[in-house]
């Protein structure tokens, strides 16, 4: 009984040293000064939307001051806050390192698609769907997404946006976006002579299985420029719309703002319908 009393006692004494000894470092590394803060920015392969200089400079007070304030005054989450509501910072961390130094890593962003709304400065966004307003500053190889829909909502795409930037074949053949209605959405490729008509953003595995039927089976056959549209929008088929007009010159998608010609969709159902899309040659529609 009495060895039992001395283990307890034993334990509570050992427990309370180390809480003792935990709170005495801790209220020691509180009091340390802050050696320095430094900050690094990721390596991607988007543009430079931002430099360490940039960051310290958002940071002001919290970066020009941290430096002989004691470590316990300093607060990493105000860091981390400031900096995730900067719109070219996909995300950011604060880190106390043992020498007494603050280290803050950032993340640039990484647009995957240019959206231009309804007669308002086009701006890039995130997989998350986070903005950055677009300047002649930088330029990313992303597709643009353009609609005169004033109820649009750049997060209504996301899905598609997503769909592509998972997908390197399709995100590299696509380069423009429009939005006609939430039922008409055309993608225009980079091969010239037609355009995309996926109708919603549901279904979009099936919907591009189809099209890559149709480029692998009936287009070589056809012709790139024989058709002007090709519609996957009704399930289980391929809905290919004959060209009746001459085919417009070819549009930079890189500088939409300059664009003055577009594709023609006026002429769209009323062709030929491809009525299964693992059939390699298209049937007239009766």
């Known amino acids: 009984m009495l060895k039992t009393i001395l283990k307890i006692l034993l334990a509570i004494a050992l427990t309370g040293y180390a809480v003792t000894a935990l709170l005495w470092s801790r209220a020691n590394a509180d009091a340390r000064p802050c050696k320095s803060i430094f ?6 392969d988007s543009p430079r939307f931002v430099t360490a200089r ?20 300093i607060n990493t989450h105000a860091i981390v806050q400031r900096l995730d ?22 993340t640039p962003m990484l647009p995957v698609a240019r959206i231009f709304p309804n007669n308002e400065k086009s701006f890039y966004i995130n997989k998350q769907g986070k903005r950055i307003l677009a ?24 899905p598609l946006i997503n769909f592509l930037h998972d997908n390197p074949k399709w ?17 225009v490729p980079m091969i010239h ?22 480029y692998r089976q009936i287009m070589p056959v056809k012709g790139w420029e024989f058709y002007d549209t090709l519609s996957v929008k009704w399930k289980g088929q391929i809905v290919a719309t004959r060209r009746t007009k001459k085919l ?9 703002e300059a664009e003055r010609e577009e594709p023609d969709l006026g002429t769209m159902m009323t062709g030929e319908a491809l009525t299964k899309a693992t059939k390699p040659t298209a049937k007239k529609q009766q």
Do not use: C, W
């Open 54 to 73: 940039e960051v310290a400079r958002d940071l002001g007070n919290l970066y020009t001051q941290s430096p002989g304030k004691p470590i316990g005054m």
């Open 85 to 106: 509501s900067i719109d070219k910072i996909e995300n950011a961390t604060a880190t106390f390192l043992t020498d007494g130094s603050i280290e803050v890593n950032v």
């Open 39 to 44: 900050v690094t920015v990721a390596n991607t």
């Open 171 to 187: 995100d590299s053949l696509i380069t423009h976006i429009k939005i006609l209605s939430p039922n008409n959405i055309i993608l």
């Open 248 to 256: 417009a010159p070819v549009v930079n998608p890189a500088d939409y």
């Open 135 to 158: 300047t002649a500053r930088y330029h990313v190889n992303v597709p643009v997404v353009s609609t005169n829909d004033p109820a649009f909502a750049h997060q209504q795409i996301l």
């Open 193 to 214: 002579g037609h355009v995309l008509n996926i109708g919603s953003i549901n279904d979009l595995q099936s919907k591009f299985d189809r099209i890559e039927t149709a």
